[in-house]
């Protein structure tokens, strides 16, 4: 039986900020997590490739606002971190 994945744990090492924004970056990353894995079949952020993330940026965020936008980033950004991985994603 597998236990569902933890974004909470996975992004705790990298979070900062007040409770609200750590809560918005867990809740955004969870809605990250379920398009990615409902297009490419990639359950956890381990498994992604940088296309997975620029496809969830270019497709689902393109009709959302530019505020809206520039949250996700950023929760994209802290991701990447926490991956150790060096994508660079334009707003």
């Not at 974004?7 to 997590?33: D, N, P, W, Y």
């Not at 997975?52 to 950004?77: I, P």
């Given at each position: 039986?597998?236990k569902?994945f933890?974004?909470?744990?996975f992004?705790?090492?990298?979070?900062?900020?007040?409770?609200?924004?750590?809560?918005?970056?867990?809740?955004?990353?969870?809605?990250?997590?379920a398009?990615i894995?409902v297009r490419?079949?990639?359950?956890?952020?381990?498994?992604?490739?940088?296309?997975?993330?620029?496809?969830?940026?270019?497709?689902r965020?393109?009709?959302?606002?530019?505020?809206?936008?520039?949250?996700?980033?950023l929760?994209v950004?802290?991701?990447?971190?926490?991956?150790?991985?060096?994508?660079?994603?334009?707003?």
């Amino acid at each position: 039986m597998n236990k569902p994945f933890d974004m909470e744990l996975f992004l705790s090492g990298v979070l900062s900020g007040s409770h609200a924004t750590r809560q918005r970056h867990i809740r955004q990353a969870k809605i990250i997590q379920a398009e990615i894995a409902v297009r490419w079949q990639r359950e956890t952020p381990w498994v992604w490739q940088r296309k997975h993330v620029a496809w969830f940026l270019d497709h689902r965020m393109s009709k959302r606002s530019e505020e809206t936008r520039y949250y996700y980033v950023l929760t994209v950004r802290l991701l990447a971190r926490r991956l150790e991985k060096s994508w660079v994603f334009n707003l």
